[in-house]
C-alpha cells in the first residue's frame, strides 16, 4: 500500500526567508508522479508543482522547488522568499501510473504553514 | 475560463437524510473526480467519471454514489447520513484521465454538515 507521510504538522517562517517542508512516501512502484497541493485558507487548493519519477532533475516553479530524492523515498518543497501569500496547507501526494485509469491518488495529511510578516 | 464551481457551498443535513451535490468542471475538462476532507482522514478519493463513466473508485460505502452528464458536469449523492459524513467535499476536474498527468483543478468545496 502506498503512503504519504508529511512529518511537520505546522510550520512558520519570517516573510522573504526560505522554508523547506518535508514528504517521505512508501512504494514499490518505480514509475510515478509526486506533487505539491497548496490549500489557502477558505480556498481552493492548487497545483504547486509536479515531478515524474523517472526524470532526475528536481522541478522547479518560480520561487518554489523540490528536492526528490528517490532511493531515499523523499520529496521536500522549499519554498524561497516566502510571501505573505505563501499562507496555507501544504499537501504531497503520490500518485502511481501503469497505464489505464486504475490508479491511486494519495495525499498527505499536510503540513500548515504561516508566514509572518 | 471559469474555475470548478461547486453548489452548495454549505449545507446543514440530519441523518438518515440524502443530499446530492453538484460540481462543473472547467470549459473542456472531460474528468472529473471526488474527494472527502476531514481533519482525521484527510483527503480521501470518492470516484472519477470520465465521458460520463466511473473509471475508479475509492473505498468507501455503497451510498455514496456518482454520476457524470454528457455536458461533463458532476454530481454525487450520499444516502442515509451519518454523522461520519460530515466533511468538506472537493471536485477536482482535468483535461484528460488523472491517470495520465495526476494534475487536478480544484473547487471550493461543499462544506456539509450532518446533525
Known amino acids: 500500500a502506498q503512503t504519504v507521510t508529511q512529518s511537520q504538522p505546522e510550520m512558520s517562517v519570517q516573510e522573504a526567508e526560505t522554508v523547506t517542508l518535508s514528504c517521505t512516501y512508501d512504494t514499490s512502484e518505480s514509475n510515478y508522479y509526486l506533487f505539491w497541493y497548496k490549500q489557502p485558507p477558505s480556498r481552493q487548493m492548487i497545483l504547486v508543482i509536479r515531478q515524474e519519477a523517472y526524470k532526475q532533475q528536481n522541478a522547479t516553479e518560480n520561487r518554489f522547488s523540490v528536492n526528490f530524492q528517490k532511493a531515499a523515498k523523499s520529496f521536500s518543497l522549499k519554498i524561497s522568499d516566502s510571501q505573505l501569500g505563501d499562507t496555507a496547507m501544504y499537501f504531497c501526494a503520490f500518485m502511481n501510473y501503469s497505464g489505464g485509469s486504475n490508479y491511486k491518488l494519495t495525499f498527505g495529511k499536510g503540513t500548515l504553514l504561516t508566514v509572518n510578516p | 475560463k471559469a474555475g470548478v464551481t461547486q453548489t452548495p457551498r454549505y449545507l446543514i443535513k440530519t441523518r438518515g437524510q440524502q443530499v446530492t451535490l453538484s460540481c462543473s468542471p472547467i470549459?473542456?475538462?472531460?474528468?472529473v473526480s471526488w474527494y472527502q476532507q476531514t481533519p482525521g482522514q484527510g483527503l480521501q478519493f470518492l470516484f472519477e467519471y470520465f465521458s460520463e463513466t466511473q473509471r475508479n473508485k475509492g473505498n468507501f460505502p455503497g451510498r455514496f454514489s456518482g454520476r457524470q452528464f454528457s455536458n461533463s458536469r458532476s454530481e454525487m449523492n450520499v444516502s442515509t447520513l451519518e454523522l461520519g459524513d460530515s466533511a468538506l467535499y472537493l471536485c477536482?476536474?482535468?483535461?484528460?484521465?488523472?491517470?495520465?498527468?495526476?494534475?487536478?483543478?480544484f473547487g471550493e468545496g461543499s462544506r456539509l454538515t450532518v446533525l
Open positions: 477536482a476536474s482535468s483535461p484528460e484521465l488523472v491517470a495520465n498527468t495526476g494534475e487536478l483543478f
Open positions: 470549459s473542456g475538462h472531460r474528468s
